[in-house]
């Protein structure tokens, strides 16, 4: 068992004193440490997702301090999933511990919320957080995205289910009624209709719903070929238990559009993942030199097997320092722009961060639940059935940077 309060504590580590070759004289002093907040639900619904967040952030800070031989630590910012909270938790970093640089936002609404404080305080956010809208029409220079939007998640699961079951015509939806979820569901609305898909239902639900039974009926009552789970995290997983109990797999396919990663499959187990579709933003099976390099880090350093919170908050904390370390500054205009249209080596390969937007430009993933018996080992849960990138322009994702 991990001991959260000692990893937490870990994160504010210490380098040698020692600048790197080119930083004399600029903003930096030998003694500054550079810090990172991270602000992420560490209780309510999406705790778990949070808890990993978190120790993805210490592991960059701690690699970070070694490389750049400087005080690189991370701070914990408790949003509980809500806004308001989460531009509060921001606003009193800023003001009390004079941080600038932000990794984090699980969900949408506070991730929009957060990237206009970071413009405003002239700090820099960056988020795995997915709706359109934080490259789109509510992009802003001082907010930036790793993962793949909903328009793309959509596109790389929905689309080649679409063609791998060709007789699968009625499809039926679960949303979480949010930004987030409508915009799943909208860019699944417009593959249906291209693809003469036939729609045959949507139910709605809460940010709290933890029973999902009665939309699990109206599915079932509808008939569908195909069910599409468009919510996230611990509801993603409630859903689909209660299916599988339901006896859900034996009448219909299943796809799950956004997976939280490893930890989701370990909760579910193999029997009920089996035979599923999940999307991925990340998968600890991908053959990439930077992911290789990750999961053998994360294995050493906390004894078990990175998924995407973990990994998602790494890179955002690693591309956040790395890029104030060039810029000799934890000002926000001056670390975006060492940010804005850099290309570098990945945890899915080449990655790239757009200029116009400020949104990574990296695969999405379509996997596939493993029988128990086909597993190689206790993490090999699911195969990478399809992957690729899809992505609106920014002109046509609406966003107008200024």
């Not at 380098?15 to 070759?21: E, N, R, T, W």
């Not at 699980?106 to 957060?114: G, K, T």
């Not at 993962?147 to 979480?176: F, N």
């Not at 493993?370 to 993490?379: E, L, S, T, V």
Request: hydrophobic share 40%.
């Amino acid at each position: 068992m991990i001991n959260r309060r000692r990893l937490l504590q870990s994160g504010a580590i210490a380098g040698a004193s020692l600048l790197l070759p080119g930083l004399a004289g600029r903003a930096f002093s030998a003694s500054e440490a550079i810090t990172v907040g991270i602000p992420v639900p560490i209780s309510g619904p999406f705790a778990a997702n949070g808890k990993f967040a978190s120790l993805g952030g210490i592991l960059a800070a701690e690699e970070a301090s070694r490389e750049f031989g400087r005080q690189v630590k991370t701070l914990d910012l408790d949003t509980e999933g809500k806004p308001a909270t989460a531009v509060r938790k921001v606003q009193d970093a800023f003001d009390n511990n004079g941080i600038k640089l932000y990794a984090g936002g699980i969900l949408s609404s506070e991730s929009l919320a957060m990237g206009k404080e970071a413009l405003r305080r002239n700090g820099v956010f960056i988020t795995t957080a997915g709706a359109d809208e934080i490259t789109g029409t509510d992009c802003n220079a001082a907010t930036f995205r790793w993962s793949v939007p909903t328009y793309g998640a959509i596109e790389q699961t929905v689309r080649p289910l679409v063609d791998m079951l060709p007789d699968a015509k009625r499809w039926y939806t679960i949303t979480p009624q949010y930004v987030f979820g409508d915009g799943l569901l909208n860019v699944a609305k417009d593959i249906f209709k291209e693809k003469g898909i036939e729609h045959v239902g949507n139910s709605y639900h809460s940010l709290t719903e933890k029973e999902f039974s009665g939309y699990l009926t109206n599915a079932i009552a509808a008939r569908p070929d195909v069910l599409l789970i468009l919510n996230f995290g611990s509801q993603s997983s409630d859903t689909l238990r209660q299916a599988v109990s339901f006896g859900l797999k034996n009448r219909m396919t299943i796809l799950v559009a956004w997976a939280s990663g490893l930890e989701q499959f370990e909760a579910l187990g193999p029997d009920i993942c089996e035979g599923v579709y999940f999307g991925a933003q990340y998968w600890h099976g991908v053959d990439t030199p930077g992911n290789q390099a990750l999961v053998k880090s994360v294995r050493e350093r906390f004894d078990l097997t990175p998924n995407y919170s973990l990994a998602g908050s790494y890179i955002l904390t690693k591309l956040l320092v790395d890029a104030a370390v060039k810029a000799g500054s934890i000002d926000g205009d001056k670390v975006a722009a060492e940010l804005r249209g850099k290309t570098y080596e990945g945890l899915t390969g080449e990655e790239t961060i757009r200029a116009q937007d400020n949104q990574v430009i990296k695969d999405y993933y379509l996997l596939k639940g493993k029988a128990k018996k086909d597993m190689a080992d206790k993490d090999d849960f699911a195969e990478i059935v399809s992957q690729g990138k899809s992505f609106l322009s920014p002109e046509d994702a609406g966003c107008k940077m200024g």
